[in-house]
T-cell receptor, first 115, second 117 residues
Framework: AQSVAQPEDQVNVAEGNPLTVKCTYS??????LFWYVQYPNRGLQFLLK??????LVKGSYGFEAEFNKSQTSFHLKKPSALVSDSALYFC?????????????FGKGTTLSVSS | GAVVSQHPSRVICKSGTSVKIECRSL??????MFWYRQFPKKSLMLMAT?????????EQGVEKDKFLINHASLTLSTLTVTSAHPEDSSFYIC?????????????FGDGTRLSIL
């Protein structure tokens, strides 16, 4: 079975400071990992994904994430946070050996960036 | 980029009413679409996987007679909440992936806020 853990319900950072949103995963096959962002009353927007290759992946809006196989983690990072980054962030995983299956999501982390 | 359109965005109706929600992939064909339910400040709960031309696969605990799913074409899936009651009030989100390639992200509609009075 696949699962995703986002240990923090909320992350608070000051504008201009670096931010990290944590994610760990469990999957029996190849982990395909994704980050999404959700603004109030909206669907989810895709930020970035890790499938294979370089462990550091870069995505939209200056976000990046680092895949760590030994720690089964895929933390989302940004060097300098913006107030507009405040939103709900979801980490998701899919077993790469199972095509056509749905992503499994973590419970989400609310990011609050203060000015 | 891939776009998924979901309608309506908001529905308010009386208890006992049936409500249909549409999910369309606008610029790609989606063999498979997914329906999620999201409670306030909570994660997305997968309700069912909708397969074009065949019956949907429901997750454990989801009533298939309550939440009817039809995927009649490669670009349209519908979710009908039958005889809705206040406990069905929620945010429903659909998503789709181009083809059946597992390394592609799912693209999401903007969701439907369902409020049953």
């Amino acid at each position: 079975a696949q699962s995703v853990a986002q240990p923090e319900d909320q992350v608070n950072v000051a504008e201009g400071n670096p931010l990290t949103v944590k994610c760990t995963y469990s999957v029996s096959g190849n982990p395909y990992l994704f980050w999404y962002v959700q603004y109030p009353n909206r669907g989810l927007q895709f930020l970035l994904k890790y499938i294979t290759g370089d462990n550091l992946v870069k995505g939209s809006y200056g976000f990046e994430a680092e895949f760590n196989k030994s720690q089964t983690s895929f933390h989302l990072k940004k060097p300098s946070a913006l107030v507009s980054d405040s939103a709900l962030y979801f980490c998701a995983v899919r077993d790469g050996n199972q095509a056509g299956t749905a992503l499994i999501f973590g419970k989400g982390t609310t990011l609050s960036v203060s000015s | 980029g891939a776009v998924v359109s979901q309608h309506p965005s908001r529905v308010i109706c009386k208890s006992g009413t049936s409500v249909k929600i549409e999910c369309r992939s606008l610029d790609f064909q989606a063999t498979t679409m997914f329906w999620y339910r999201q409670f306030p400040k909570k994660s997305l709960m997968l309700m069912a996987t909708s397969n074009e031309g065949s019956k949907a696969t429901y997750e454990q605990g989801v009533e298939k007679d309550k939440f009817l799913i039809n995927h009649a074409s490669l670009t349209l899936s519908t979710l009908t909440v039958t005889s809705a009651h206040p406990e069905d009030s929620s945010f429903y989100i659909c998503s789709a992936t181009p083809g059946r390639v597992s390394n592609q992200p799912q693209h999401f509609g903007d969701g439907t806020r369902l409020s049953i009075l």
